[in-house]
Nanobody, 130 residues
């Protein structure tokens, strides 16, 4: 079984930065793809960024709305995936969820779907004020 624990959310003003962390436990083969999704009240869950952790190259994906501002990375020694959020905007306000899957769909760098991910953290709230 895979467990994911997010940390690092908070409240910032527009233009500010935050770093979200996702500490993972469980078999590595069940975590070939790691992703960050977000959901704002009244909106569908959106895939923000993913990283392929199952091979030698770490293919990444970013939603158009966050390209150039957010960066996903991993620290294998710590079993942790990070999401650096820079130049935050009020539209980034949402609950951010870390997710993992044993599938390797993210290796192609395509847009992620929530139903591709089997394991989810409890979420971390990010609130950006103008």
């Amino acid at each position: 079984q895979v467990q994911l624990v997010e940390s690092g959310g908070g409240s910032v003003q527009a233009g500010g930065s935050l770093r979200l962390s996702c500490a993972a436990s469980g078999p590595r083969y069940r975590r070939n793809c790691m992703g960050w999704f977000r959901q704002a009240p009244g909106k569908e869950r959106e895939g923000v960024a993913t990283i392929y952790t199952g091979g030698r190259t770490s293919t990444t994906y970013y939603a158009d709305s966050v390209k150039g501002r957010f960066t996903i990375s991993q620290d294998n020694a710590k079993n942790t995936v990070y999401l650096q959020l820079n130049d935050l905007k009020p539209d980034d306000t949402a609950r951010y969820y870390c997710a993992a899957t044993s599938t390797t769909y993210c290796a192609a760098g395509g847009r992620p779907r929530s139903n591709e991910y089997e394991y989810w953290g409890q979420g971390a709230q990010v609130t950006v004020s103008s």
